[in-house]
């Protein structure tokens, strides 16, 4: 039987995200210390998430002290960590909020396909993104935004126009990402 390359879709109804990753035969192996490095080290209290969230990820095979804090936004936390023994990668969302009433999700991919694609994750209006990356490359359309962002920059600083440009890109700790819209019209 002929193996098909495969797009895997993962819906997380509470938070209104879609993570998009992609499966590839030919990718390297994988670990998740080599994604998170962070993992190498001792859990710190911000790398830990509330209660009511890790039920979420531990019901996904995941183990509560093996998170670590990837970044935020202004509406959400983000927290990587390993599942399954390490066979998939898991990204948790905890929204702004207090307690049950924050926002949550989780998102995972195979770790064939965290070393194919990343994991992406969009919100539902299209004003958030964020993608954690393989370890030996960035993904070509991530790669593009980046090349784009800077040249919007330079061009509005050559312009001296003190506008910003109305997506933003930036690393906020290795291999992951996260891109912010400014809600500015085209």
């Not at 495969?6 to 997380?12: D, E, G, S």
Request: glycine share 10%; hydrophobic share 35%; charged share 20%.
């Amino acid at each position: 039987m002929r193996k098909r390359r495969l797009a895997l879709f993962c819906l997380v109804p509470t938070v209104g995200l879609i993570a998009l990753v992609g499966a590839n035969q030919n990718v390297p192996e994988l670990s998740a210390e080599q994604i998170i490095p962070t993992l190498n080290q001792d859990q710190r209290a911000i790398d830990k998430t509330p209660e009511h969230v890790s039920k979420m990820f531990v019901a996904m095979g995941g183990d509560p002290s093996q998170t670590r804090f990837l970044g935020q936004s202004a509406s959400a936390s983000y927290y990587g960590g390993p599942a399954n023994d390490g066979d998939k990668m898991c990204i948790q969302i905890v929204g702004v909020g207090v307690g049950e009433d924050q926002e949550q999700g989780v998102a995972c991919t195979s770790m064939t396909g965290m070393a194919a694609a990343g994991l992406r994750i969009d919100s539902a209006d299209g004003s958030e993104t964020v993608w954690l990356t393989p370890v030996e490359s960035v993904p070509e359309g991530l790669e593009r935004a980046l090349e784009e962002q800077a040249d919007a920059q330079s061009r509005a600083s050559s312009q001296a126009s003190g506008s910003e440009p109305e997506t933003v890109w930036e690393e906020q700790s290795p291999h992951f990402y996260v891109k912010t819209s400014n809600g500015g019209e085209k």
